[in-house]
């Protein structure tokens, strides 16, 4: 799978989806060991000049394909929503596997998402906002030229003082811990497994801190 996801053959990651779900796979395994790693290796030879954007293009709309097979079986928890949040990948930047995954993993841990897709303004996370009144605001940025936008959103949630009434998680590649502390967001999530982690124990923690209040 690794090959066909190298390959651009996307009707192969799914028919490789489908046997490893008949084998017994989990769909967590078949995402994190056949699709995440694979991209991982196809991540190292685009930064390499062995791959070309149109090459890892294709790639990339074959992991989408084995994605949508594995949503619904992620998702399928059937228990009721732990909380709602809202994310986007940054204005400028269109890297939007990484944030997908991250739906899915909060999805299938129980919360609601709201997916504002790729190129975000700073207006469409507030209007989001807005509309679905999150617990969580989350951001992804995959180049270190659209990181820096992040701030721009943090910071303009503090000038309309909004910025505590919502946890802010970051996430992509480039970021880091120092990063997320310095613009001040109130996690970096290194992966989705961490964003999920994180979500359910700031939420915790919220609510604990609300109801003490109360
Ligand atoms: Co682009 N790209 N790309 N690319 N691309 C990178 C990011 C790059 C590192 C490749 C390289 O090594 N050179 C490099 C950035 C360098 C830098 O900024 N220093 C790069 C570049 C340069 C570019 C272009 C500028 C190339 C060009 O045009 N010359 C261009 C930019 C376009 C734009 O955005 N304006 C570009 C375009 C593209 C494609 C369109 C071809 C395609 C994107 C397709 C798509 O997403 N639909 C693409 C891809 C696929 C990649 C790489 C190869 C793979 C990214 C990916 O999907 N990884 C990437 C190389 C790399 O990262 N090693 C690269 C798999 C994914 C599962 O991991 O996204 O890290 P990731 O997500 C993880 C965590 O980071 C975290 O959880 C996820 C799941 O575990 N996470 C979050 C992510 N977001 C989160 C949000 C959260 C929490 C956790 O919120 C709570």
Redesign the pocket.
Known sequence: MWDDLYDGLADAIEEGVNILLSRGWTPYDILTKAL?EG?RI??VD??DGILF?PE??MS?NSMKAGMSILRPLLAETGAPKIGKMV?GTVK????????N??CMMMEGAGFEVVDLGINNPVEKYLDAIAEHQPEIL???A????TMPYMKVVIDTLKEKGMRNDYIV??????LNEAFADAIGADAY?R??AV?VETAKSLLARRQGSLQSQG
């Open positions: 995440v991209m196809v991540g685009f930064r954007v890892v293009l990339a994310i400028g930047d269109i890297h939007d596997i990484g944030k995954l991250v989350g951001m992804s995959l180049l270190t030229t998680l970051v996430g992509g590649a480039p999530c992966d989705a964003a």
